[in-house]
């Protein structure tokens, strides 16, 4: 069995391309913010649930073992949790749309959202490792 083949570390490594992806795009839009009529671009969001549906073909579900123990409880199907980022666009006067400062947060947060998927894969690989006894 490849380390390919276990979920986890699948859907991790899809994430970390994912990055790389949005850090080529934004990167670009940083480089054309002078360029007149350039629109500033990004990627739609990679989701956790398509991605992990994908690897996996069991369904997982939460078990009370034990009277004390609290149920799980369904989140709202109103997307009272979805976040609405709607807001005016910015344009210069030669028609370019993007602005620096946003792009500058968009890479800082691409980028440790990228550190924390590398840690947390480095982290499993080295938990495997104890677990198939091998000296890390």
Known sequence: MALGDIGIFSALKAKMQWHQSRQQVLAENVANADTPGYQAKDLRK????SALASVTNQSVSVARTNAKHLGG???????????????GWETTPSGNGVILEEQMMKVTENQMEYQSAASLYSKSVTLLKI?????T
């Not at 990679?46 to 649930?49: A, C, E, G, P």
């Not at 409880?73 to 807001?87: Q, V």
């Not at 677990?131 to 000296?135: D, F, K, W």
Request: glycine content about 8%; proline content about 4%.
């Open 46 to 49: 990679i989701k956790f649930s």
């Open 73 to 87: 409880t369904a989140l709202p199907s109103d997307g009272a949790f979805n976040r609405d980022k709607s807001r």
């Open 131 to 135: 677990a198939l006894g091998a000296n």
